[in-house]
């Protein structure tokens, strides 16, 4: 069983930038893909960004492409987004998670994905 936890949320103005961290437990950390996804009020959790297990190969959503990047650190078993130019609609509850299947390709697809954080809230202000 893998446990991730989310942190790095709050509030911050619109322009600004954030940067979300992810820890999992376990030793396995590094055979997983990493994926952030969100979910604003009213709206399905949709798709963020994926990082592969090694950390060369990455994919991102059109709606943040340019302005999040994600990284990790294996030997700390972390994921990270680092947000920028920041827009109101980014205001979501973001989650990561951990494709644990050892398929080869990189999925946006929320079912492909094993382990999920607890969320951490993202409020932009305008």
């Known amino acids: 069983q893998v446990q991730l936890v989310d942190s790095g949320g709050g509030l911050v103005q619109a322009g600004g930038s954030q940067r979300l961290s992810c820890t999992a437990s376990?030793?396995?950390?590094?055979?997983?893909?990493m994926g952030w996804f969100r979910q604003a009020p009213g709206k399905e959790r949709e798709f963020v960004a994926v990082?592969?297990?090694?950390?060369?190969?990455?994919y991102y959503a059109d709606s943040v492409k340019g302005r999040f990047t994600i990284s990790r650190d294996n030997a700390k078993n972390t994921v990270y987004l680092q947000m920028s130019s920041l827009k109101p609609e980014d205001t979501a509850v973001y989650y990561c998670?951990?494709?644990?299947?050892?398929?080869?390709?990189?999925?946006?697809?929320?079912?492909?994905?094993?382990?999920w954080g607890q969320g951490t809230q993202v409020t932009v202000s305008s």
């Open positions: 998670a951990a494709d644990a299947s050892l398929r080869g390709l990189l999925s946006s697809d929320s079912n492909d994905y094993e382990y």
């Open positions: 376990g030793r396995t950390f590094s055979t997983y893909h």
């Open positions: 990082i592969s297990r090694g950390g060369m190969a990455t």
